[in-house]
């Protein structure tokens, strides 16, 4: 297992278009985050997963966007009627719940909306 | 709400000179963590912080945290230009294991 895997690494959609992105955690990790980054901002906190439980949705995911991990292995992040607003950086990071509490981070999914 | 607050936001320096990054946060944490971004990559974990004192260093890096003043500083030694960087900090509640993180320092060192 060489890390956090997602996919695809880029994305180019036109607005109104749906999109689905995958993450892959490290197997033995049972807890999975979903992040927004924009150019120059910190990590926006959008959702996390303990095993199949989405346990937290943030203000920032809108009825526009679902995640779902439904064997509490990898998970998808989708949004619908993409907006120019949508264009970021996704990023996915999965940690072990008991004792290892360091969130490793997959390389991220560039949408570009336009 | 938890809220971090990272200063400075942008930060040049000189090659071999010392500086500091400071993180602060508005509610009680049990971890923090300092993470490190090259411009389109992702982020790279450098340190955890697990309880208050607790010191850690890695090369020129040296990460600590008081618990009490919710504080916490990446200290720079003698940088050299491949430190550039944007460094973040974050942090969690065991509460509801969030992770919050920082706007980020953009580190610029120039040779």
């Known amino acids: 297992d060489t890390g956090v895997s997602q996919d695809p690494r880029h994305k180019i959609t036109k607005r109104g278009q749906n999109v689905t992105f995958r993450c892959d955690p490290i197997?033995?990790?049972?807890?999975l985050y979903w992040y927004r980054q924009t150019l120059g901002q910190g990590p926006e906190f959008l959702t996390y997963f303990q095993n199949e439980a989405q346990l937290e949705k943030s203000r920032l995911l809108s009825d526009r966007f679902s995640a779902e991990r439904p064997k509490g292995s990898f998970s998808t992040l989708e949004i619908q009627r993409t907006e120019q607003g949508d264009s970021a950086m996704y990023l996915c990071?999965?940690?072990?719940?008991?004792?290892?509490?360091?969130?490793?981070f997959g390389q991220g999914t560039r949408l570009t909306v336009v | 709400e938890l809220k971090v607050e990272q200063n400075p936001l942008f930060l040049s320096m000189q090659e071999g000179k010392n500086y500091t990054i400071y993180c602060n946060y508005s509610?009680?944490?049990?971890?923090l963590y300092w993470y490190r971004q090259d411009p389109g990559k992702s982020l790279e974990s450098l340190f955890v912080?697990?309880?208050?004192?607790a010191v850690k260093q890695e090369g020129r890096l040296m990460a600590s945290l008081d618990t009490k003043a919710r504080l916490s500083t990446l200290h720079i030694t003698a940088a050299v230009h491949d430190l550039s960087a944007t460094y973040f900090c974050a942090v969690d509640m065991r509460r509801d294991d969030k992770i919050i993180f920082g706007k980020g320092t953009r580190l610029h060192i120039l040779p």
């Open positions: 509610t009680t944490s049990d971890r």
């Open positions: 197997s033995e990790h049972n807890r």
């Open positions: 912080l697990l309880s208050n004192g």
């Open positions: 990071a999965s940690s072990e719940y008991q004792g290892g509490p360091e969130a490793f």
